[in-house]
């Protein structure tokens, strides 16, 4: 298991913790693996999720420091979402 999710789940878990997302969405990080946020928390998983973001390595962290939007990096390309669209703008409010 990859230190760099470990560290991100941790990072998630602090972001999402007051926001009161409830849904499930999973991040597909290219060459690294998956986690899964949801009612639980965040955690490496893979387990199923409403939606799923898929993004490389640098783009997922750019999200995660705050560096890139959510949104901006969907509407360049550079995020990838399949499923439910409404929960993705969810998580995206959360995280910013």
Same mark, same amino acid.
């Given at each position: 298991m990859s230190d760099i999710l470990e560290q991100a789940a941790a990072e998630l878990n602090? #972001? +999402?913790?007051?926001?009161? &997302? @409830?849904?499930?969405? #999973? &991040?597909? +990080?290219?060459?690294?693996g998956t986690i899964v946020l @949801?009612?639980?928390?965040?955690? /490496?998983?893979? @387990?199923?999720?409403?939606v799923t973001l898929s993004a490389d390595t640098e783009t &997922?962290?750019? +999200?995660? $420091?705050?560096?890139?939007?959510?949104?901006?990096? &969907?509407? $360049?390309g550079k995020l990838? /979402?399949?499923g439910d669209m409404g929960i993705a703008m969810q998580l995206a409010s959360a995280l910013a």
């Open positions: 602090e #972001k +999402i913790s007051a926001s009161g &997302f @409830d849904a499930s969405a #999973k &991040f597909a +990080i290219a060459d690294l @949801d009612a639980n928390g965040a955690r /490496v998983s893979d @387990d199923d999720a409403d &997922f962290q750019a +999200i995660l $420091t705050g560096e890139l939007n959510p949104t901006s990096a &969907f509407m $360049t990838t /979402v399949d």
